[in-house]
């Protein structure tokens, strides 16, 4: 997860740990601003690989499969959004890719630990 943390907000291109084929998925993923739901074969085909050679070259480099790093960044999307504290839980689910609120706030739940409204609370205070 260390990883993770460096490559937030900045281009993945020109890191140096990732391949070429890797990073290009990353930054696409970023561009979009985790929005999307990319599937495991649509990444694959961004990084012109066959998918089960991306999937296991994505965990090799960045440490974690694909849809679990997507996740991941769409919930690190989720909570900047939150302490903005301009947008709406709703608003939010929408921007990282959820259609149904409900599954927003059971997969924030589940990933952060405490429902969206009570970390865009905490952040607020």
């Known amino acids: 997860y260390g990883m993770l943390a460096s490559h937030w907000g900045q281009p993945v291109a020109m890191d140096a740990m990732l391949s070429h084929e890797i990073a290009k998925v990353v930054d696409t993923l970023r561009a979009n601003q985790y929005k999307d739901n990319f599937s495991l074969a649509e990444m694959a085909a961004i990084s012109r690989m066959p998918m089960e050679t991306f999937r296991k070259r994505f965990v090799s480099e960045v440490g974690m499969p694909p849809l679990s790093y997507v996740l991941h960044c769409k919930m690190e999307r989720a909570?900047?959004?939150?302490?903005?504290?301009?947008?709406?839980?709703?608003?939010?689910?929408?921007?990282?890719?959820?259609?149904?609120?409900?599954?927003?706030?059971?997969?924030?739940?589940?990933?952060?630990g405490i429902t969206p409204s009570e970390y865009a609370k905490g952040a607020r205070e």
């Not at 921007?95 to 609120?101: Q, S, T």
């Open 79 to 112: 909570k900047e959004l939150l302490r903005e504290s301009r947008h709406t839980v709703t608003e939010v689910a929408e921007e990282v890719g959820f259609a149904d609120i409900k599954h927003f706030r059971e997969v924030f739940k589940k990933t952060v």
